[in-house]
């Protein structure tokens, strides 16, 4: 069975700093992909980030970036220059790896909601 | 614009009347899945389809059915609801390969009374 963990229910950081979102996962696939998803206050979920299993090098899409510890089993998110409408619930997920058939389902974390303060 | 559809965004029903919630995309996906997002246990998948007529059930199943007589549309159809299935209920899909991002409808919000 695949979990992920997400232990900050909420999070707070100043305008302009780098906060970190931690994401913990368990599996016994060897090939797995981790996402992580912005859900804002209006409800939608919009997709920030990937980061694959085998993939070497952490995931960087603009100002977001993934803190790949393989070893550690975690996927943390970490978001440079705070933004107000940053201000967002943050969730991790977990694809099943090939064992999981092509079902390839997201697992996903309960959420960590973060208030970005001016 | 690429988008997942869904409709209705807010819907307030009866106890035992039968709705749907329809789901449309425009990028050609071959994978769409149902989830919904409760307080406390985060989203879960209730059905996905890996393509036309291809359909199969999530973790949370009971008490809906979907359909996939088209590849756009993926609707989610509740026979009988109950106030247990008050919740907010995404609509995703991607392409066929797994490391593909899953892309969100809007959501709907559901009150069954």
């Known amino acids: 069975a695949q979990k992920i963990t997400q232990t900050q229910p909420g999070m707070f950081v100043q305008e302009k700093e780098a906060v970190t979102l931690d994401c913990t996962y368990d599996t016994s696939d060897q090939s797995y992909g981790l996402f992580w998803y912005k859900q804002p206050s209006s409800g939608e979920m919009i997709f920030l980030i990937y980061?694959?299993?085998?993939?070497?090098q952490n995931a960087t899409e603009g100002r977001y970036s993934l803190n790949f510890q393989k070893a550690r089993k975690s996927a943390n998110l970490v978001i440079s220059a705070s933004q107000l409408g940053d201000s967002a619930m943050y969730f991790c997920a977990m694809r099943d790896g090939a064992s999981g058939g092509s079902n390839y389902k997201l697992t996903f974390g309960k959420g960590t909601l973060l208030t970005v303060n001016p | 614009e690429a988008q997942v559809t869904q409709n209705p965004r807010y819907l307030i029903t009866v106890t035992g009347k039968k709705l749907t919630v329809t789901c449309s995309q425009n990028m050609n996906h071959e994978y769409m899945s149902w989830y919904r997002q409760d307080p406390g246990l985060g989203l879960r998948q209730i059905y996905y389809?890996?393509?036309?007529?291809?359909?199969d059930k999530g973790d949370v199943p009971e008490g809906y059915k979907v359909s996939r007589k088209e590849k756009r549309n993926f609707p989610l159809i509740l026979e009988s609801p109950s106030p247990n299935q008050t919740s907010l209920y995404f609509c995703?899909?991607?392409?066929?390969?797994?490391?593909?991002?899953?892309?969100f409808g809007n959501g709907t919000r559901l009150t069954v009374t």
């Open positions: 389809s890996m393509n036309v007529e291809v359909t």
């Open positions: 995703a899909s991607r392409l066929g390969f797994g490391n593909s991002p899953l892309h």
């Open positions: 980061q694959g299993s085998y993939d070497e």
